[in-house]
């Protein structure tokens, strides 16, 4: 009796670890080749500014430190063996304030030898500090007052404003005014200048005769207008408006 209870044992003990040892066949998963593998700006001084590139979603994050500026992009891209990129790489990405500005879809397709295409979408973060504006208007109740004479030879305004965090090139900046139903005018003409910690930007509206500065025609009566200032990867927008008397041509 003890014989076949210890036989009756052996015998489920083996059936047991035959259940254990089972295996199952995975079946292989053939690598993509149609992936970005490396994606680096190269028009820098120094090391190249790498982006990071995510297959799941197919993105690429490119991070650009704010004191570098850059106005153009310069992409290399390497690809899976025998992929193709396009763009291709090397190709510029031009105007990088009016990006930022205006938004722009950047999407890269690589292609494989069969033809299965992947897009992958470039995200640019500027690592930008925060700007400020100091108003021309302390007190909404009583605005700024300007005025641009249309009779006559001549007639100007000329503004000034102070603040921070401002790019050291005019080319990265852009200044409009706002009425009061939200529409920008034509862009303003400005220079810039360091005071100290703050920047100065001074900017004129001027008419001479019947040339006038492009922003004119958009300031066609006396209104409240808000003044927009674009800086590289950022806008900023007062709080309080300005009136601008227009005195027409009678």
Do not use: W
Not at 6 to 21: F, W
Not at 42 to 59: E, F, L, M, R, S
Not at 159 to 177: E, P, Q, R, T, W
């Amino acid at each position: 009796m003890i014989m076949k209870h210890l036989y009756l044992r052996c015998i489920a003990g083996i059936g047991l670890l035959c259940a254990c040892t089972k295996t199952e066949t995975v079946p292989y998963e053939a690598a993509a080749t149609n992936l970005m593998l490396e994606y680096k700006i190269v028009n820098v001084q120094g090391d190249p500014i790498y982006g990071a590139i995510q297959h799941n979603d197919t993105t690429i994050s490119l991070y650009l430190p704010f004191y570098r500026q850059l106005a153009t992009l310069e992409p290399q891209i390497k690809v899976s063996a025998g992929a193709t990129v396009t763009p291709a790489t090397g190709t510029m990405i031009e105007d990088l304030p009016a990006v930022f500005q205006n938004g722009r879809d950047i999407k890269y397709t690589v292609k494989n030898t069969a033809g299965n295409a992947r897009v992958y979408t470039l995200h640019i973060i500027a690592q930008q500090p925060d700007m400020e504006l100091q108003e021309l208007t302390t007190d909404p109740a009583n605005p700024a007052e300007y005025t641009l004479d249309m009779n006559g030879i001549y007639s100007s305004i000329g503004i000034n404003l102070y603040g921070k965090g401002f790019a050291s090139s005019n080319d990265m900046m852009k200044i409009v005014l706002v009425n009061e139903q939200g529409k920008e005018t034509a862009p303003v003409y400005f220079s810039s200048t360091n005071t100290n910690d703050l920047t100065m930007v001074g900017f004129s509206i001027s008419r001479y005769q019947d040339q006038q500065d492009p922003i004119v025609k958009d300031l066609a009566a006396t209104g409240l207008y808000k003044v927009r200032l674009y800086n590289y990867a950022k806008v900023i927008t007062m709080k309080n408006p300005v009136r601008i008397n227009v005195l027409n041509k009678k």
